[in-house]
């Protein structure tokens, strides 16, 4: 038997309709759908091509606020956030970490609707989450460019 191709754009069309979901072009740039393979269950991928991305936000966000001696990249990042700027990371960690609950809660669950009401509210919140993690994410590239000696293990151990 032959199996059909599977046009992710039409599909996805077919449940916006259904579920009243983001534009699928919109939704495509910020997190990259077109990967999606096909297998029955596209509401339930794409849900997970949403926490993929912010899960990645949250081991970068982590690293920064919880440094260990193992990291050497964020103990040296770290040094250029300012008190301010480290409670906003921290209040944006916790803002990430509510979407990383709610999608184990709702892979629990195994609902349509419940996937579709997920990808909703979080593809809203990335939009407002991103500008404050490009901020960040900006201090973070900056650090780079200073002549400043890297530290390493012996300057924190030594």
């Known amino acids: 038997m032959k199996e059909r191709s599977f046009n992710l754009e039409k599909e996805y069309e ?6 009243k979901l983001p ?8 997190f990259d759908l077109e990967e999606i393979e096909h297998d029955g269950f596209l509401l339930r991928r794409i849900r997970t091509r949403l926490y993929d991305k912010v ?11 919880y440094p260990n001696g193992s990291d050497m990249a964020s103990l040296h990042e770290s040094k250029f956030f300012t008190e301010k700027d480290m409670n906003n990371v921290s ?15 709702v892979d629990l669950e195994e609902d349509e609707y419940k996937d579709s009401e997920f990808i909703n509210t979080v593809y809203e919140d990335w939009l407002i989450l991103k500008k404050d993690l490009i901020k960040y994410l900006e201090i973070m590239k900056e650090s780079w460019k200073g002549e400043d000696k890297i530290p ?6 030594g």
């Open 91 to 105: 209040s944006l960690f916790k803002k990430l970490m509510l979407i990383d609950r709610y999608y184990l809660l």
């Open 152 to 157: 390493t293990e012996k300057d924190y151990f």
């Open 14 to 19: 077919n449940l916006k309709k259904k579920y």
């Open 55 to 65: 899960c990645s936000f949250i081991r970068i966000l982590e690293s920064l606020l």
């Open 23 to 30: 534009d699928f072009k919109k939704l495509n740039r910020e």
